[in-house]
């Protein structure tokens, strides 16, 4: 069991397992509500969560501890996820979840390409066919007949 949880599949999974109840939560949430105060709500949610985390995890480090580069990083990933959360719950507001949630998961074609190009890693034919797969499998679900 301990392997499991040192696996970085098992957390995979269970990023995907909670993403897919995140948009089925967060569309009949934001019924009768305006996505970017549910985008607020969700988020507020979040922090509370995460500081009882570190809390009882003993896991708070001292702001000194963290370097400007990776300040900076974290900066623009959290504006990144932010705007992402905004648009992410603007379209479930005017769609159908089973439709916007594929689209959303074009990320992972997004990752692929942007971590080559920007990071320098290295995908064989193999891996560019399953990126080519996910996208074309991303855009059918989407289509709306």
Known sequence: ???LFASWQFWALLSAAFAALTAIFAKIGIENINSDFATFIRTVVILVVLGGILTVTAQWQGPGSVSRRTYLFLVLS?????GSW??????LKL???ARVAPIDKLSV???AVF???FLGERLAG????GIALIAAGAIL???KV
């Not at 905004?86 to 379209?91: H, I, K, N, T």
């Open 95 to 97: 769609g159908d979840a």
């Open 86 to 91: 905004l648009c992410y719950f603007r379209a």
């Open 1 to 3: 069991m301990v392997g």
């Open 78 to 82: 959290g504006l990144a996820t932010g």
């Open 109 to 111: 074609v997004l990752v």
């Open 126 to 129: 193999p891996n560019w066919l």
């Open 115 to 117: 971590g080559v190009i």
């Open 141 to 143: 679900v989407a289509y």
